[in-house]
C-alpha cells in the first residue's frame, strides 16, 4: 500500500534538501503523485488476485495491514538511516524504487492503454478518459454510493482528527505531540478495523455495514461532545477512525464488484482522489469554524452529521445495520430489542450535568 510508503523518503529529502524548501516540496509531491498510480492499479488489479467475489473484503484488508506494517517499518528504518547519512537515504530510496519497477513489469497485463504517440493525442485521450470516469462514477450506482460514503466519512472524521489537534494544542500545549496523537490513535483505529472488517463482513450485509460505520463514528462523537476531554477525544477519535476503515474495506470491495472490468481502474482513480480531497476539505472547512471554547458545539455537529447521513444510507437501501446478515436474514426479535434497550439507555447519557439535558431523562 503506497499510502504510507514515502516517510523515510519524505525525511531524507526534508534533510538533505532543507536550505530548498520548495524543492522538497516538489520532489515530495511528485514522490506522492506516482504513488497514486499505484493505489489506482492494485485497486483496480485486486479483483484478478482471488477466486470470487467473496473474497474481495479479506483481500482489501490483507492489502491494508501489509501498508501499515510498512509504514511503520519504513519510518523505523528511514529514521535510522536519515540520521547516518542523508544521501545514502536517498540513493537507497531509488534503488528500491527502480527494483520494484523492474519487479513491476514482470506482472501479466490486466488492461490499460496503449502508447498514444503525440503530445496532443495523449492529451485528448486523458480528457476523454476524465469524461468516462465521471460518467462511469454517475451512472453506475453500486460505484456511485460507496464513494459518496467513504468521501462523507472520511471528511467527518477529518474534522474531528483536526480538532483533536486544536484541542491538544490550546489546551494543553501539546503542539507537535497533538499530531504525533492523532496518528497514532487513527493509526491504532485503523489497523483494528482492518482486522475486524473481514469477520463483520461475513457476518453481515455491506450495505448496512455502511450505515453502521457513520452510526458507531455518531455515538463517539456524543461522547466525545458530552465530555470534550483529551482522553475522551482520543478514544473517540479512534473509534471514529476504526469505523471508517471498516467502510473503506468493504466500500472498496462494492467498488470492485460494481465497476466493470475496462472501467474499473478510472472508478478508482475517482476513488483516490474523493479519499485524498475529503481529508483536506475537512481542515479548510474547520480551521475558520474554529474558536477556543467551540469545540463541543462543533462536536456536537460533527455527530449530527455522521448520524443523519448513516440514517440516510440506511434509508435509500431499506437495511438498517441490524436488520440484515450477509445471507440476508432476519435476526430474531429479541435481538432487535436488545439493540433498541442498549440505544434508549445509552441516550440518558445526555440528562446528565455535563450536557445539562434534564427534561431528557423523562423522555429516554
Known amino acids: 500500500d503506497p499510502d504510507h510508503s514515502l516517510v523515510g ?48 473484503v479479506p483481500a482489501n484488508a490483507v492489502s491494508s495491514v501489509g501498508g501499515v506494517i510498512a509504514a511503520f517499518g519504513g519510518a ?30 514482470g506482472l501479466p497485463s490486466v488492461g490499460g492503454g496503449q502508447p498514444t504517440g503525440t503530445l496532443r493525442t495523449g492529451l ?22 460507496p464513494l459518496i460514503a467513504v468521501g462523507a466519512h472520511r471528511f467527518l472524521l477529518g474534522a474531528g482528527s483536526v480538532l483533536l489537534v486544536l484541542i491538544a494544542d490550546t489546551r494543553y500545549d501539546l503542539e507537535a505531540t497533538g499530531y504525533a496523537v492523532v496518528l497514532a490513535v487513527t493509526g491504532a483505529g485503523a489497523f483494528i478495523g482492518t482486522w475486524t472488517a473481514p469477520d463483520l463482513a461475513r457476518r453481515f450485509d455491506s450495505h448496512a455495514l455502511q450505515a453502521a460505520a457513520f452510526v458507531a463514528a455518531g455515538a463517539a462523537a456524543v461522547v466525545g461532545a458530552s465530555w470534550p476531554e483529551l482522553g475522551v477525544l482520543i478514544v473517540a477519535v479512534g473509534a471514529a477512525a476504526l469505523s471508517f476503515q471498516v467502510l473503506k474495506i468493504v466500500a472498496e470491495a462494492l467498488i470492485q ?82 439493540v433498541a434497550a442498549l440505544g434508549i439507555g445509552a441516550s440518558l447519557v445526555l440528562a446528565f450535568p455535563e450536557v445539562g439535558w434534564t427534561w431528557f431523562a423523562t423522555i429516554g
Request: hydrophobic share 50%.
Open 9 to 56: 523518503s519524505e525525511m531524507c529529502i526534508r534533510d538533505r534538501l532543507g536550505s530548498s524548501t520548495w524543492w522538497a516540496y516538489v520532489v515530495v509531491v511528485v514522490l506522492l503523485s506516482c504513488s497514486r498510480f499505484v493505489a489506482a492499479a492494485k485497486g483496480a488489479a485486486l479483483p484478478h488476485t482471488v477466486p470470487s467475489d467473496e473474497q474481495l
Open 76 to 105: 523505523a528504518v528511514g529514521a535510522l538511516i536519515v540520521q547516518a547519512s542523508p544521501a545514502a537515504g536517498l540513493a537507497l530510496a531509488a534503488g528500491a524504487y527502480l527494483a520494484e519497477s523492474a519487479r513491476f513489469r
Open 124 to 145: 485528448a485521450q486523458l480528457r476523454d478518459d476524465l469524461a468516462t470516469e465521471v460518467r462511469t462514477v454517475v451512472r453506475e450506482v453500486e460505484v456511485r454510493r
Open 257 to 338: 464488484r460494481g465497476a466493470p472490468d475496462p472501467v474499473r481502474g478510472r472508478a478508482f482513480a475517482v476513488y483516490d482522489v474523493v479519499y485524498n480531497a475529503a481529508f483536506v476539505l475537512a481542515a479548510l472547512a474547520l480551521v475558520p469554524l474554529w474558536d477556543e471554547g467551540a469545540e463541543r458545539r462543533l462536536l456536537w455537529g460533527i455527530a449530527v452529521a455522521f448520524v443523519a447521513i448513516g440514517a440516510l444510507l440506511a434509508r435509500t437501501r431499506r437495511l438498517w445495520p441490524w436488520s440484515a446478515t450477509v445471507d440476508g436474514e432476519r435476526p430474531r426479535a429479541d435481538r432487535r430489542r436488545r
